[in-house]
């Protein structure tokens, strides 16, 4: 039996001010925002949730912060963010004056007021604060820190699968799906149900559910994280004509469906009111993205507007209709995309048959 060498992880504790971690943020001494980091949250959901001045209220009140963990860069010696860039990020901001405290019931003779407006007493109080940050120096194998990472936020209701394998399964296939999610055809196109979708990465999980389900198969799943998660896996280091293929045939089969679906592409047509859903049906992106993927140019049989009429009556058709709420693959996609197929290439359509 061959005996494995375990990875090293070297870590080195550290207490820093308040004040330090600051002024290492502002001499970039500190990224804030690695590659694997999400964007700046705490600000977006500060009416609601209040965390930006309840953590300056913890520091007043000599509240332990949570640890901070930064992963020392080989060659510069700078530390990027593994967990807790929301608490740097807001310290950052309060101590530059671009907030106000707000809604605190302890320290409540401080709302309203900026970083500038306190008394020195309380902004010594924050400033001198000690938080405990763990270092994992570069000396640690390079692929600890993403264990870490993912380790920290399993559970976490602030990352998304998605945002999870982009932390921990980086890559030129990870890349691709980042440059082709700012696509702005497929921006258009997609119409995302929730706010938070523009940054959660659920653009990047489209793609991969299309790539993965062209490469793999309409076989039935179980779990389809787990699909996808798989897939990207096995990827994560794709020749360059492998990624060049995936590229192409990204941007052709969206230039196609743009052709005949335009604005109501991946929607869903309500006979009852004439009109198409305003927001995207993820089974539909997948039928229609895997239809017209498989379809050459040459053999596409209807005009935009007869394939458009054609479509309108096979939402009406129940079983198809049912099957949208079926997204795990098996014979429920493999129906959809096939009917689909058929108006495409058949120039008299029969859908039932």
Known sequence: MTKTTPRRMITQPYDFSVQDLVDKINAKDIDLKPDYQRNYVWATNDDKENKRSRLIESLLLNIPIPVIYFAEQEETLKYEVIDGQQRLKTFDDFLNDKFALKD???????????????????????????????????????????????????????????????????????????????????????????????????????????????????????????????????????????????????EATIKKIDQFLGKNAFSVYQKNTDKWYPTSNRALYDTEMLAFASVQESEIKV??????????????????????????????????????????TQSNVDISA
């Open 104 to 250: 605190l019931e302890i320290r409540s003779d401080v709302n309203g007021k900026k970083y500038s407006e306190l008394e020195q007493k309380d902004k010594d109080e924050i400033r001198k604060r000690s938080v405990r940050a763990i270092v994992i120096l570069n000396e640690s194998d390079e692929e600890v820190k993403f264990e870490v990472f993912e380790r920290l936020n399993l559970g976490s209701v602030q990352l998304t699968p998605q945002e999870i394998r982009n932390n921990t399964l980086r890559g030129n296939f990870n890349d691709l799906l980042k440059e082709l999610a700012k696509n702005k055809l497929f921006r258009k196109m997609l119409n995302l149900r929730l706010k938070k979708d523009q940054d959660n990465m659920a653009y990047e999980e489209m793609i991969l559910r299309f790539f993965t389900y062209y490469k793999k198969g309409l076989k039935r799943v179980e779990n389809l994280s787990y699909f996808l998660t798989e897939f990207m896996k096995e990827n994560k280091n794709m020749e360059s004509i492998g990624i060049d293929n995936l590229r192409n045939l990204f």
């Open 303 to 344: 005009t935009p507007k007869k394939f458009e009429e054609e479509l309108k009556k096979l939402m009406e058709d129940n079983e198809f209709k049912k099957s949208l709420n079926e997204q795990a693959g098996g014979k429920k996609i493999a129906m959809r995309v096939e009917s689909v197929k058929r108006i495409l």
